[in-house]
């Protein structure tokens, strides 16, 4: 199997370009995610039932039902 140096060279040269698409595809999905976390978070945090702080009920064990 004879390849020509062309050949290898465009070959390589095609793959270095899709490796940096890629790269660029997961640093944009990165971010997204990250963005959906804070939103869900802000969402989240007020549903947050909180512990009582007097009483004989919910000051030693914490359920949710």
Request: proline share 3%; glycine share 4%; hydrophobic share 50%.
């Amino acid at each position: 199997m004879d390849l020509s140096v062309e050949a290898v060279v465009n070959t390589a040269l095609a793959l270095e370009g899709a490796t940096a698409q890629q790269n660029q595809q997961m640093l944009l999905l990165r971010k997204t995610l990250e963005s959906q976390t804070q939103v869900m978070q802000q969402i989240m945090a007020p549903l947050e039932p909180k512990l009582a702080t007097s009483g004989a009920v919910g000051t030693r064990l914490h359920a949710v039902a």
